[in-house]
């Protein structure tokens, strides 16, 4: 899941578009004529600007689908390192085509959505809702990247713990035992946060034991077994790179964040064929692949582009 309410700014992702390429067109006859056709040819080729978030998720997202739009002969503008709100606002007056949003994020934070949903009812709901603005929800993929409770995972896997119940059960059953929860402040402090997830699984947890830091702490503080209990993003690269258990959320608290392509209805008018291809694309992601991915970027150190490369060379898309 998306860190929703801490990331903004603007920046480049690095990644430029090559422009138009011709495939073994020759000019013959007058040159003014052969000028003319590739002048019109260059006109041709549509112009996409592809949207993106400031975390690696988003970042690896933008780069696969501006290389894949790419390879079919679009002229890509991929504008990367936004705030959710800021692209959100930036798509709907028509400065970004192409977007991966999350259902989760489109519910709650821009359609301000409170009733729990499930995530067919959820993706359904944004869609239809979104379609008002001119805003159209391709297919969901797999991949969601929603909260989950996470643990060291050798302790895991020594206490048999698989789901969020499991924990509750055995905090309940060492009362006087100290367990620390680390999680970020938003979380802590939001009303469909903590408190909520405490009602949910009949857990409580003291003022000392919870801990608030950086979202990214997190992640560093489960790996060196600093805290027992960490709020996580299920697809972050660190949850494999760390060696870190995501828990089943087996009552279903957790709204479901299914990365989805989001386009412009205009810019689906006008380019018959990108729904269809990005309806492709979005069927190849899920969650281990996007784990594997986003962990290459932040713990093996690859380049977002050679990532995004390597998955297109391993997956065929029409």
């Known amino acids: 899941m998306m860190n929703l309410f801490k990331r903004s700014g603007w920046r480049s992702s690095g990644w430029r578009s090559s422009g138009w390429r011709t495939s073994g067109w020759r000019p013959r006859g007058w040159f003014a004529a052969g000028a003319l056709l590739f002048a019109s040819l260059h006109a041709s080729a549509a112009t996409l600007v592809v949207g993106g978030k400031n975390f690696t998720e988003q ?10 739009l790419q390879s079919k002969g679009y002229t890509i503008d991929a504008r990367t390192g936004l705030g959710s709100t800021l692209l959100r606002s930036a798509q709907e007056n028509g400065q970004i085509d192409v977007v991966w949003e999350y259902t989760g994020t489109a519910a709650i934070v821009y359609n301000k959505i409170t009733e729990k949903l499930d995530p067919k009812t959820m993706y359904e709901r ?50 006087n035992k100290k367990h620390v929860f680390a999680m970020d402040a938003e979380f802590a402090n939001r009303p469909d946060g ?60 957790f709204p479901a964040y299914n990365a989805t392509p989001v386009v412009r209805k205009a810019t689906l008018d006008q380019n018959p064929q990108l729904a269809t291809q990005l309806n492709a694309l979005s069927d190849a992601l899920n969650n281990d692949t996007m784990l594997e991915m986003n962990k290459q970027v932040d713990i093996d150190g690859k380049p977002v582009r050679e990532v995004a490369a390597q998955f297109l060379r391993t997956h065929k898309l029409p």
């Open 126 to 175: 944004v869609k239809e809702l979104d379609a008002k603005r001119g805003l159209i929800w391709l297919d969901a993929s797999p991949l969601n990247n929603t909260y989950a409770l996470g643990l060291p995972q050798q302790a895991a896997q020594q206490t048999g713990i698989r789901t969020i119940s499991q924990l509750a059960a055995k905090l309940a059953a060492e009362p």
């Open 194 to 253: 903590l408190k909520p997830l405490e009602a949910a699984y009949g857990m409580a947890f003291s003022r000392a034991e919870t801990r608030q830091m950086d979202p990214g702490l997190v992640y560093t503080a489960l790996h060196n077994n600093q805290v027992p209990i960490g709020l996580i993003y299920t697809t972050d690269g660190r949850v494999k790179g760390f060696n870190i258990m995501p828990l089943e959320d087996d009552r279903h608290y």
């Open 59 to 68: 970042y690896v997202l933008t780069e696969i689908t501006s290389q894949y």
